[in-house]
């Protein structure tokens, strides 16, 4: 099972990082992904499967002041 942010998940279908941050309303020019322990260049997003022995952290960026 996939671990997100700590949290085992089951997703269905194949799904992409990108899918997996629209359908959760991150904002992908906003995020940081880790894979596995290696951060997932942008780049990636579009192409990156998420398989279900993979360890992911999303972190989110917020500005304030």
């Not at 279900?52 to 002041?65: H, L, N, P, Q, R």
Request: net charge negative; no cysteine; hydrophobic share 30%.
């Amino acid at each position: 099972m996939t671990k997100i942010n700590g949290e085992e998940i089951s997703l269905p279908n194949p799904t992409t990082i990108k899918d997996y941050l629209t359908l959760n309303n991150y904002r992908t020019e906003a995020v940081a992904v880790e894979i596995n322990g290696n951060i997932l260049p942008k780049s990636s997003y579009d192409s990156y499967v998420i398989t279900e022995y993979d360890t992911i952290e999303i972190v989110s960026f917020v500005g304030g002041g």
